[in-house]
């Protein structure tokens, strides 16, 4: 092992404080698990929520998009604003922030508070799996570190699959405001296990105060820029469906802005002394490649935990808990092969882990393609778990391969910019989903129609037993001849809708299948666990 892994394994070890590291990984994944819960259990009380405060499901959509987008401002500034606050205490802000906003969202009366807390509740989220991560980076020596993401990454993977379960039920059950009263008591339990369990490392305490006796510097320039990159792009990919895209000026000038603030982000970054985000880790090969993968994984991930219960409860008329339990089977395939997927990452190479997740990920996905009008819940169920059984072997290597050859003060750019390429995947992948199914949608309709003339002898014979079937149950004839079509209308509005998703599961197919290879290119240096 070389010096620089040696030195950041020291550092490790002294980040633990003498404690077990696994009590420390352990109590990271509580406040992780609440985080990343909150991204996905808001989705199914939409509806709730919009006619509680008297909104339209428009502009209910506003308590999802303004989160992500102060999440996506946060997460990328979160490296530098611990190395100047202190890790634990910028941490324990963003823990305590996340909580009270919670807390808070959940006694909103109208919908523009709600909107106001949803924004603090996501810059407090924002700066905490950054934190997590680095956390754990520097808590467990690089031999070590396979295993404790693979714990980290339960929390991670898990939540989105149980959140619309969790908040449909509660929804269901009691009211909109409990999917956002269940983070308080484990916002407030994190706190105080953090307190008692984790210690700042030496060597990071000693950068910190060096930086401030120099003076603190704050690249105002570089934060605007950031701000208005991620945050416009994640207006312009959540909101651009509803509004036809390049269609509204408003869509268009949210494109605009962020494409030109990317344009000036990377050379202002790239001449800065002390930047608030390390552009240069996106140009080495072993951390861009990582960077790009976790994308993939996150479009994959986020694009088919929002398709499903929404295909359910459009198409098959799924209530929001019962869609939520055809993916439970899913998240307890992923608990059981975390443990594995840690365990194989630490004696195979990352490159060909991430390759068989990827190719079984494929697999699963040209699977759902057989999906047919009459799907079972167990076609769901078993679906989910094919795919989840992929994403283990994604997850881990690519946050094991991220850190490698990485010395200690460059943990927490690194787990900002990963956790802003998983964001950012996720959110591309959502989008083009969403676009695809709506144009898809009307394209099959058109083609549907088509076959329903009147000189149909198909379109003629269905006609007549659907006709037969409601004057069976009572209907006169010109009555019945008109339910039956109806009917028919109706029906070809749903097999269209279900063939649209099912040429999203096949693009996200190929798509994944031809990301294979490019594996290949990850290639960890010889101090890296595989290599030993």
């Known amino acids: 092992m070389s010096d620089a892994a040696t030195v950041q394994g020291n550092e490790g070890r002294s980040a633990a404080g003498g404690r077990n590291p696994w009590l420390i990984a352990i109590v990271v994944s509580i406040a992780t698990f609440m985080l990343v819960l909150d991204t996905s259990i808001a989705n199914v009380a939409l509806r709730n929520i919009a006619g509680s405060l008297a909104a339209g499901m428009d502009e209910s959509t506003w308590v999802i998009t303004t989160y992500l987008v102060a999440n996506s401002v946060i997460i990328p500034v979160s490296g530098w604003l611990t190395s100047v606050i202190g890790r634990k205490r910028y941490y324990m802000i963003c823990v305590a922030t996340f909580t009270l906003a919670s807390l808070l969202c959940g006694l909103a009366p109208n919908l523009p508070t709600l909107i106001a807390f949803r924004i603090l509740q996501g810059l407090g989220g924002g700066g905490m799996a950054p934190s997590e991560q680095s956390i754990l980076a520097d808590t467990f020596p690089p031999e070590k570190r396979s295993q404790a993401f693979a714990l980290y990454g339960i929390a991670v993977i898990v939540a989105p699959t149980v959140g619309p379960t969790i908040g449909g039920w509660l929804t269901d059950n009691f009211s909109w405001h409990w999917i956002f009263f269940i983070n308080v008591p484990f916002g407030i339990m994190s706190l ?79 001449t800065r002394r002390d930047p608030i985000v390390d552009i240069r880790l996106l140009f080495s090969r072993q951390f861009g490649m990582s960077f790009l993968v976790m994308m993939a994984v996150g479009a994959v991930l986020f694009s088919t935990t929002q398709l499903l219960p929404q295909l359910q409860q459009t198409t098959f008329d799924y209530t929001a808990t019962l869609s939520g339990l055809s993916m439970m089977p899913g998240g307890i395939a992923m608990l059981m092969l975390m443990p594995i997927s840690g365990f194989a990452a630490g004696i195979i190479q990352p490159r060909y882990l991430i390759m068989m997740g990827m190719a079984v990920v494929a697999v699963a996905l040209w699977h759902t393609t057989s999906l047919t009008p009459d799907a079972s819940f167990s076609f769901f169920a078993y679906a989910r778990v094919y795919m989840m059984i992929g994403l283990p072997f994604l997850f881990i290597p690519i946050s094991t391969a991220a850190y490698v050859g990485l010395p200690p003060q460059k943990t927490d750019q690194a787990s900002s910019l990963i956790n802003v390429a998983r964001n950012i995947g996720g959110s591309i992948g959502v989008s083009l989903s969403n676009t695809v199914i709506a144009q898809n949608a009307q394209f099959h309709q058109s083609v549907l129609v088509g076959h329903t003339a009147q000189s149909s002898d198909t379109y003629q014979q269905t006609l007549r037993q659907v006709t037969d079937h409601f004057v069976a149950e009572g209907s006169p004839l010109v009555e019945a001849r008109q339910q039956a079509i109806g009917w028919i209308g109706q029906e070809i509005g749903r097999q269209a809708s279900l063939l649209a998703y099912i040429d999203v599961f096949f693009y996200c197919a190929v798509a994944t299948a031809i990301l294979v290879p490019f594996a290949l290119l990850l290639r960890p240096p010889k101090q890296a666990p595989a290599k030993r």
């Open 192 to 270: 105080a296990l953090v307190q008692w369990l984790v210690i700042e490392p030496d060597i990071l305490e000693r950068e910190r105060q060096e930086r401030l006796s120099k003076g603190l510097k704050v690249d105002w320039t570089g934060f605007i820029l950031v701000a208005m990159a991620l945050g416009c792009l994640e207006v312009f990919l959540d909101e651009g469906q509803r509004n036809d895209w390049f269609a509204s000026t408003f869509i268009t000038t949210f494109a605009v802005i962020s494409a030109v603030s990317f344009l000036l982000l990377v050379p202002w970054e790239w």
